[in-house]
């Protein structure tokens, strides 16, 4: 591993189901994030952590969860997802200096 | 709040100069950074610039940073069709608050 493994790349999911992204780094990075892509509306961020064992709300978190249980994983939770999901999901980890590592992404059908 | 703003196309003849614009509204921003995003790729750093800096230049990439106006630009020299993507602008608009991103740009080179 190397940087921030994201999966999968790419799911169709049923309206309604529970779908987790995993979302893995190895650089020791305290902060961790959560953005989603959607067209014409750029990267917004759905939910970050500082550290291990905190987590914040961005500005769209509805329909979202996150844990951070250790400072290499930070899982991003759709309960029961909606079309309105579909979307484009990246992670990021950042260094104390302001320095970002994106993941590949995982893109997101929900049908 | 942060909020970052571009506009969202621009097209350029191979061989000219493109410059992409971007305003923010968080006197207080720290760093700022473009990225670029090829068609179904994730995000790639390109160049960033401290908040006490008034210009960066690296290789075909000139950014430039008016702390007054809340202004940054992009200025790629000698513009490419491998040019041809998404750049997006983004802050960190104060301490641990995470990165802000515009919609992004989207640049066209035409041969």
């Known amino acids: 591993i190397a940087g921030i493994t994201q999966a999968p790349t790419s799911q169709i999911l049923a309206a309604g189901r529970r779908m987790t992204l995993r979302c893995t780094q190895d650089?020791?990075?305290?902060?961790m994030y959560w953005y989603r892509q959607d067209l014409g509306l750029g990267l917004r961020l759905i939910h970050y952590?500082?550290?291990?064992?905190?987590?914040g709300k961005g500005e769209v978190p509805d329909g979202y969860s996150v844990s951070r249980a250790n400072t290499d994983d930070f899982p991003l939770t759709l309960a029961s997802a909606v079309p309105s999901q579909t979307s484009v999901y990246f992670c990021?980890?950042?260094?104390?200096?302001?320095?970002?590592?994106f993941g590949s992404g995982t893109r997101l059908t929900v049908v | 709040g942060e909020d970052v703003e571009q506009s969202l196309f621009l097209s350029v003849r191979e061989g000219d100069s493109s410059v992409i614009n971007c305003t923010y509204t968080?006197?207080?921003?720290?760093?700022l950074y473009w990225y670029k995003q090829e068609p179904g790729a994730g995000l790639q750093l390109l160049t960033y610039?401290?908040?006490?800096?008034d210009m960066k230049q690296d290789q075909r990439l000139t950014v430039l940073l008016n702390k007054k106006d809340k202004h940054l630009s992009l200025r790629i020299a000698d513009t490419q069709t491998g040019d041809s993507a998404i750049y997006f602008c983004?802050?960190?608009?104060?301490?641990?608050?995470?990165?802000?991103f515009g919609k992004g740009t989207r640049l066209s080179v035409i041969a």
């Open positions: 610039i401290f908040s006490n800096m």
């Open positions: 650089m020791r990075h305290n902060a």
């Open positions: 968080d006197s207080s921003s720290t760093y």
């Open positions: 990021a980890s950042s260094d104390s200096g302001g320095g970002y590592t």
């Open positions: 983004a802050e960190i608009p104060s301490g641990n608050t995470p990165l802000v």
């Open positions: 952590s500082n550290t291990a064992g905190t987590t």
